[in-house]
């Protein structure tokens, strides 16, 4: 078997996991009336159900847990996360929340009222569930070829800027309080936003005087495929791409379940001072004060260190083509995927027949 990498970590822990026969697992199955949400991990051998929050910290991220400062107001470990938030967004104001549907809860309350429009790039399940329990509107603006699951689009997470500005042309400035764009668009299958797209739609957003936040769950994988596939940005660091591509926004909702590298955890980034207070109202209400917002001292700390971590481009080499190893096994294996193949999952096309494999 060739690998077309070399990890980049050592591994100094083992977690035992209970071997199972193709048997036990047809009988499990068939128990769980085939839902994987509806099995016990002991169950599970090779579990491939979702990333968010299910990996590994590094050792430098249980060395922070160590030092976490557990204080009520001012935690040292809070302003660590602060200031490394701010300096991979770029964005002022922080505050952190249990995670990132959390986040949602919070920024929205602040600032989605009923009867808005909330335009964006395949929202998340849960940013359209925060949006529809508001009685406000998500609509959908991806670009045609996101849904064509053989188009090898490079960027299938980009906006269509026409319809996009159909939307700003049919509704009043004020029903439309943010554009959301997803970052990768996890919806279409962890398919990435060009930093181009970003900017155009950004233009547009400022044109019509309406504001841009980011979902930025997987936002360290969108920036690898930039620089990867976006002609410009091949000599530019993850570090450098990903706060280019902020730059062009107003402010994030973050699930750090995923590019926190931690296995709970969110947090909004903000520019605006006015919605930072707004939404500071809502976050000591939900998630608690606001230097600690639902989150441990010491997993601030941890996510401080995560977020470093994730936006190393060797890492992120590994990871993404790892899941590009995966999604070529099943392709060659003549299973219907959606290409070109996400940067944290393999989304298989329920709607299209396998091709018969010869064995
Ligand atoms: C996971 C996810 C969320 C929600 O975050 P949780 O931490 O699971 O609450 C929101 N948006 C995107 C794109 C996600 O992947």
Known sequence: MELPYAEPYKIKMVEHIKRSTQEQRLKWIQEADYNLFNLSSDKVFIDVLTDSGTGAMSDKQWA??????????????FLKLK??????????????THQGRAAENVLFSALV???????????????????EFRKAKAVDCTIDEAFDTSNMHPFKGNVDLNKLEKVFKSYPKEKIPFVILTITCNS???????????????????????????DAARFAENAYFIKKR????????????A????????????SSKKDGLVNMGGFIALNNEEVFKQATVFNIMFEGF????????????????????????????SRVEQIAYLG???????????QPFGGHAIFLDANKKPRKHQS
């Open 328 to 338: 070529q096994k099943l392709v060659d294996f003549g299973v219907p995927v959606q």
């Open 188 to 214: 279409a299958g962890g398919q990435p936003l060009s930093a181009q797209n970003a900017k155009e739609v950004s233009a547009l957003c400022k044109k019509y005087g309406i504001p841009l936040y980011f």
């Open 113 to 131: 009222k009923e009867g808005d429009i909330v335009p964006g790039n395949s929202h998340f399940d849960t940013t359209k569930g925060h949006i």
């Open 290 to 317: 606001i230097t600690y917002g639902g989150m441990n001292g010491r997993d601030m700390g941890a996510l401080a260190v995560g977020l470093d971590e994730a936006t190393e481009f060797d890492y992120l080499e």
């Open 230 to 241: 976006e002609p410009g940005y091949e000599n530019k660091s993850i570090k450098e791409i």
């Open 243 to 254: 706060k280019e591509v902020f730059s062009y926004g107003d402010g994030m909702t973050m």
């Open 83 to 96: 200031d490394t938030v701010k300096k991979i967004t770029g964005f002022s104001y922080f505050l952190p």
């Open 64 to 77: 922070e847990m160590m030092i976490g400062d557990e204080s009520y107001a001012g935690s040292s470990s």
